[in-house]
């Protein structure tokens, strides 16, 4: 999750509008640092946080905000830079101020804000602004508390098993579509001395929730996990201890990374170059790393090895692809200009300003309609993962990734404590049992995110 690690934490947080303690912004006639034009037009504020090197953040700003103030539709934005910007941020509105424009790292954030009174519900926007038709149509639910919009969604992410389609090739491997075949398949990897993943979790330890959280989903079901997010089934049944029993068998033979030591200790360089030169077969990881790829594999990485991906096999064989959100956009209730930023969220998620970020900063595109077009710039095995992710939502063929929707002290839970079920400590059955312990009292509390009909 290296890109969506900066997302709550790594790499895409690039584009979290995540801003910084101030006054609340947006009155009429300020300038805040644009030219000309920009003194007689409503300023708002856009504060993001830089990723280090900057590069895609400066990207941002020429592919979205420039091109917007060039419009000269009497709103200009303010964008500014700031370290730390989420805490700031959440420090500034609790006082009142606080950027227009308030980005955080995801839906259970959000909760947070709406139930604080600091956000301004969306409602009024959805139907004037057109949000209705551009958004896939369960995304808008994500953004609702208390049956009041307040948030869009961006970043729209998935988990895929990303092969090394060279090594494939060479050994007559096929590409696994059940279980069954990735357990067997694994095993044959492991026999011809290659490693099965090439995964581990030293530089981010909630990488241990993708695994837990695509095991749940493609064991399970994801009807049983929306039954189980919804209170309508334990996270004890039995189907939920198949997911963990296989995942930890998995850990015990060693196959993330050659050993669960390794899971531990070995850097994401090197569990990159052991993916690209052949060493580890697999890996399953999120859109957010193709970007990575591209540099290890091929003559960029010093190599002649080739990447491709499949749906992350499921128990029935059937694709499919859970469903995060690296990051949500909604208005400050203090803002005085909340129109204003409206028509700034229109113009963000059209589909040609989310398709030229897309090709132009490498940032996913959010849960909206987007046409084959939009992708033609992209390489093609990117576009494929998109192609399929936009198709599979609209048909509901989707999962539920746990940084989006469960909440947030079982999430820490479910990436913390597979620890103690990998080294021994505890069982598969008593680490669900904690899970549902913790989930019931957070439900109770009425933390539950918003989780989509099916």
Not at 95 to 101: I, R, S, T, Y
Not at 150 to 167: A, F, I, R
């Amino acid at each position: 999750m290296k890109w969506h690690t900066l997302r709550l934490f790594v790499g895409l947080t690039v584009f979290v509008l995540l801003m910084v303690a101030c006054a609340p912004a947006a009155s009429p006639g300020a300038t805040g640092g644009a030219a000309g034009n920009a003194a007689a037009a409503t300023t708002i504020s856009f504060w993001y946080e830089p990723p280090e090197g900057g590069d895609a953040a400066a990207c941002v700003i020429t592919t979205v905000i420039d091109p917007f103030n060039a419009l000269n539709n009497g709103i200009h934005v303010d964008a500014v830079s700031h370290p730390q910007a989420w805490d700031t941020t959440r420090t500034a509105i609790a006082g009142g101020g606080g950027p227009d424009v308030v980005g955080t790292p995801g839906p259970s954030f959000v909760f947070e804000l709406a139930k604080a009174g600091q956000l301004l519900p969306l409602d009024d926007f959805v139907e004037s602004e057109g949000w209705g038709e551009s958004f896939v149509p369960w995304a808008l639910s994500l953004g609702k508390v208390d049956g009041k919009l307040y948030s869009l969604p961006d970043e729209q992410e998935t988990l895929v098993l990303y092969y090394n389609k060279t090594l494939f090739d060479e050994k007559g491997w096929q590409p696994p579509k059940t279980i069954d075949e990735l357990m067997a398949l694994s095993q044959q990897i492991a026999d011809a001395d290659v490693i099965p993943f090439a995964h581990t979790n030293a530089e981010w330890r909630p990488s241990n929730e993708w695994f837990v959280g695509e095991f749940l989903n493609h064991v399970a079901g994801p009807q049983k996990v929306y039954e189980a997010l919804t209170g309508k089934t334990s996270w004890e049944d039995p189907d939920f201890l198949t997911a963990i029993n296989d995942l930890n068998e998995m850990q015990q033979k060693g196959w993330f990374m050659g050993s669960l030591d390794n899971y531990y200790t070995a850097a994401n360089a090197d569990r990159d170059a052991a993916f690209a030169n052949g060493e580890a077969a697999m890996k399953i990881e999120g859109t957010w790393a193709i970007g990575a790829l591209d540099e290890v594999f091929g003559e960029a990485g010093g190599n002649s090895n080739e990447w491709d991906w499949v749906p992350v096999p499921s128990i029935t064989g059937d694709a499919i692809f859970d469903l995060g959100i690296g990051n949500t956009y909604s208005i400050n209730k203090a803002s005085k200009s909340p129109e204003a930023v409206a028509k700034f969220l229109t113009y963000f998620f059209s589909p040609e300003v989310q398709a030229k970020m897309l090709a132009d900063c490498d940032k996913a595109p959010a849960p909206i309609h987007l046409s084959a077009d939009a992708l033609s710039a992209l390489d093609a095995r990117q576009a494929r993962v998109y192609d399929t992710l936009s198709k599979s939502s609209d048909a509901g063929n989707y999962g539920y990734t746990t940084w989006t929707f469960w909440p947030p002290k079982s999430d820490v839970y479910i990436y913390e404590e597979i620890e103690k079920v990998w080294a021994g400590t505890e069982t598969a059955e008593e680490y669900l049992a904690g899970l549902q312990k913790l989930f019931t009292e957070e439900a109770t509390e009425g933390n539950i995110p918003p989780i989509p009909e099916r």
